[in-house]
């Protein structure tokens, strides 16, 4: 990771910790204005699995504030791939442009905003690697709709399936694990993760 984008994600880290200290403001706690990022040790395992892709399409279900993006990105320079990331509020996707731009890394990210399962139904097949981190109740929908998508050798990390869990990400758990030609596994890793992996179903003896 080069200066520029270290100095970005050093940002962000600021940014965090002065949203976590300042006091509340009940006004600003509904969906559109909360800053939701992945934490570091989740940001530096997304990097280190995208690179280890060859020119990976890489899809992020929940932009929000850009930090995990930035982490993808980074991976997708370095790995020759792309980033399509989808968010439901323009404002958090432009200021995720914004910062993308600073790290200089805004050319290796296709910004979208709608509903995701729209715009997933709309893209091509060959989806190397997906990171879920959006409203848990768009986990299975999400799912239904890039299945059809992934390549054979496609990650798929779910984000907050052991904090704060419940029923939704519960019913995803159980959703991927049930996929013709899916390994799946929880990893305790930041506010945990499921770390799924789609093999050719030709090859596949099953999930897991």
């Known amino acids: 990771m080069d ?14 910790r002065q949203e976590r200290d300042k006091p509340r403001d009940p006004e600003r706690q509904d969906r559109a204005h909360r800053f939701m990022a992945v934490g ?10 995208v690179r280890s ?34 968010e439901q509020e323009a404002h958090k996707s ?10 200089g890394l805004a050319d290796f990210i296709d910004f979208r905003v709608g509903d995701a399962v729209a715009m997933i139904n709309d893209l091509d ?24 998508k992934l390549k054979p050798g496609a990650m798929i990390v779910a984000d907050n399936m052991i904090r704060p869990g419940g029923e939704n990400v519960q019913a ?23 770390l799924s992996r789609f093999r050719d179903q030709k090859h596949s003896d099953g999930a897991s």
């Open 94 to 103: 432009e200021f995720a442009r914004e910062m993308a731009t600073k790290a």
């Open 125 to 148: 097949e060959g989806i190397d690697f997906v990171l879920l981190d959006l409203w848990k109740d768009l986990y299975v929908p999400c799912l239904e709709a890039f299945y059809p």
């Open 53 to 86: 892709l060859d020119r990976p399409r890489i899809l992020e279900l929940g932009t929000s504030m850009g930090y995990s993006g930035i982490w993808l990105a980074d991976a997708a320079r370095a790995s020759g791939g792309r980033v399509i990331t989808m």
């Open 3 to 16: 200066t520029q984008v270290q100095a970005v994600i050093d940002h962000y880290h600021d940014l965090i």
């Open 172 to 194: 995803y758990g159980r959703a991927v694990r049930a996929k013709e030609g899916m390994t799946s596994v929880l990893l305790p890793v930041g506010t945990g993760l499921e």
């Open 40 to 49: 570091p040790e989740t940001g530096q395992l997304l990097n280190t699995l």
